[in-house]
């Protein structure tokens, strides 16, 4: 009998503790966590409430970015035409909204028919709608069809790699904004200028069309429509670029009909030292290959003889530019015989422009017995070594960064390698281990132009509130470890110059151009080969012109790629001649 009692009891308490489990999951759920529930922290409110909701996103509420003349650079809008799916038991003149949408009344029908959610009808998915069909749309009143202007994002955009992407990161999200109520589900930015200006473009809240269903579907509260929007006129903010659509364009046409598939270009304004336009190759798909989401115009990459001009710098500004002096151009870096290519014997500036290896290790080797550390030193005036992009203080942002994906350039792995012979004269004909980007070099290219004085790259101009006032405006900054002699600027202007005025010169064929360049090429050997057994070569040319009044610095890289196939002079020339160019 004891054990009886003992064994009701233990049941009674058996039960009583799983409803006091029960009793305080419920109250978890309905009372204490229903904004934040579980290691996800589910708004069990918010997930209640779409359950039973059907809505059309018309807008996500995040801010856009634009180019310098106004133009969208990310999201636009287009005209559509939205169906709810309670209509298809209602009487509606499915034929005149069909005229109007310019489809065929059998299709629109069978569309809402098969419907279970509501249809979004658009340019791309057989209607054709303007926004005056929008207005006759919406003039018959006809519950459950509207016509909206809808976000769009459309595939075909310029400036990718620049502008970036967003994505749904819900511990990126938590862990750079901890202290802001956000749902997990909201993009933010992952890379390029949707990063770099996530927090200002973040959305504040969307607008829709919504309403209620029951189980089955049908309509709750009858077939009233809900029009939810925010009504700030401060957001969302739009962020506006120094980029210029059409030359972004012409920039990305340029690089994929020279069938450059790693590489890319950089065009910067001189005289504003603001970016332009900007294209890394292969484009990005950020469900592809990672090598997709890099910007390689933001990535060190061997610069090969571009680096010659670092050697050059310090070579004028200790005195070591002779006119006088010669050098056997038929000898290799080291001192050897050189096989493929025997330019004779020539002095320092057409050593510059025929790009002969063995000056370059004269000089240097004469260069670092002077001064050990003069490579460094000259490349970070020169602006290749250090981020070069605008960086500065923005609101409570101490070093807010345009380009948060820049890297920095580097000369030394190993500072030991100064003593070695080799090692000096790989470097200083951008081998080994020297690396830069091409925004660098570009900038490089823009601060010789400028006559020495080093200025850092802007990619946006002014954050604009919803109604057009200005939020905020980036001041122009000049780059404090970035600044050159002026006699060295003039120098390396005519150096740059001779390139393409000697007609043995490594820029030879942009003489062909209606307008003077002045520029620089580059060939640096990566280590590798391809499947066939050939060398691949990171091929360049930078430069700028019109020489006598620079206007544009332009970098092309046709990177990991074979000698035959380089196509880096084809794609310089090609941007050039394509913009307007007024000397």
Request: charged share 25%; aromatic share 8%; net charge negative.
């Amino acid at each position: 009998m004891r054990k009886i009692k003992k064994r009701v009891r233990t049941v009674c308490i058996v039960i009583t503790a799983g409803i006091a489990v029960l009793a305080w999951r419920l109250a978890e759920l309905q009372l204490f966590r229903t904004e934040s529930f579980g290691s996800h922290h589910i708004n069990l409110i918010e997930e209640s409430v779409a359950q039973r909701t059907q809505s059309v996103l018309i807008d996500d509420g995040r801010g856009t970015l634009i180019d310098r003349n106004g133009e969208l650079l990310s999201a636009g809008v287009k005209p559509s035409l939205v169906l709810f799916p309670f209509i298809k038991g209602l009487d509606w003149p499915s034929a005149e909204i069909a005229d109007l949408a310019g489809m065929s009344d059998g299709i629109l029908r069978s569309l809402v028919s098969k419907a279970e959610s509501p249809v979004i009808l658009s340019s791309g998915d057989g209607a054709a709608l303007d926004s005056a069909d929008l207005e006759k749309i919406n003039a018959l009143k006809i519950p459950g069809v509207y016509g909206v202007m809808v976000q769009d994002h459309p595939n075909e955009l310029s400036a990718f790699h620049i502008m970036g992407y967003t994505a749904e990161m819900p511990k990126v999200l938590a862990k750079r904004y901890p202290d802001k109520k956000l749902p997990s589900t909201v993009k933010i930015g992952a890379a390029g200028l949707q990063k770099a200006f996530d927090e200002f473009l973040l959305p504040e809240s969307e607008t829709k069309l919504l309403y209620h269903v029951d189980g089955n579907g049908n309509p709750l509260f009858g077939v009233n429509v809900k029009y939810i929007a925010d009504s700030s006129a401060h957001f969302p903010v739009k962020v506006k670029t120094t980029l210029d659509l059409a030359i972004q364009r012409l920039m990305e046409e340029a690089l994929t009909e020279a069938g450059v598939q790693k590489g890319g270009a950089v065009l910067i304004d001189i005289e504003s030292s603001t970016l332009l336009a900007m294209a890394s190759k292969p484009d990005l798909n950020v469900n592809g290959e990672q090598a997709s989401l890099k910007n390689y115009m933001l990535e060190s990459m061997k610069p090969g003889s571009i680096y010659k001009i670092v050697t050059a710098a310090a070579a004028v500004e200790n005195g070591l530019d002779h006119p006088s002096a010669r050098y056997n151009c038929d000898l290799n870096p080291y001192g050897g015989a050189e096989e493929d290519r025997k330019l004779g014997t020539l002095d320092f500036d057409t050593s510059f422009s025929r790009s002969c290896n063995y000056t370059f290790n004269v000089l240097s080797s004469q260069l670092i017995r002077k001064d050990a550390d003069y490579m460094e030193n000259t490349a970070e005036k020169l602006g290749l070594v250090n981020p070069v992009g605008w960086e500065g203080t923005v609101f409570h942002y101490g070093a807010f960064r345009q380009f948060p994906e820049e890297k920095q350039g580097t000369v030394w792995s190993d500072h030991r390698d100064k003593s070695s012979a080799k090692a000096v004269a790989q470097t200083a004909i951008g081998q080994k281990d020297v690396q830069a980007t091409p925004l660098a070099i570009a900038n490089m290219m823009a601060t010789i132009a400028r006559g020495g004085k080093g200025m850092a790259v802007k990619t946006a101009e002014e954050i604009l509130y919803k109604n057009g006032t200005s939020m905020f405006q980036f001041p122009d900054k000049e780059l404090s470890d970035v600044t050159l002699d002026h006699y060295t600027a003039q120098k390396l202007q005519k150096l740059l110059r001779l390139v393409v005025t000697d007609e043995q010169g490594t820029g030879a064929g942009f003489g062909a151009l209606p307008f003077e360049v002045s520029g620089k090429s580059g060939t640096a050997e990566t280590g590798r080969k391809d499947p066939n057994g050939n060398n691949l070569i990171n091929k360049w040319f930078a430069g700028y012109f019109p020489s006598g009044k620079p206007k544009y610095a332009l970098v092309v890289l046709d990177a990991e790629t074979i000698s035959s196939r380089a196509a880096a002079n084809k794609v310089f020339y090609q941007i050039a001649s394509g913009l307007d160019i007024q000397e």
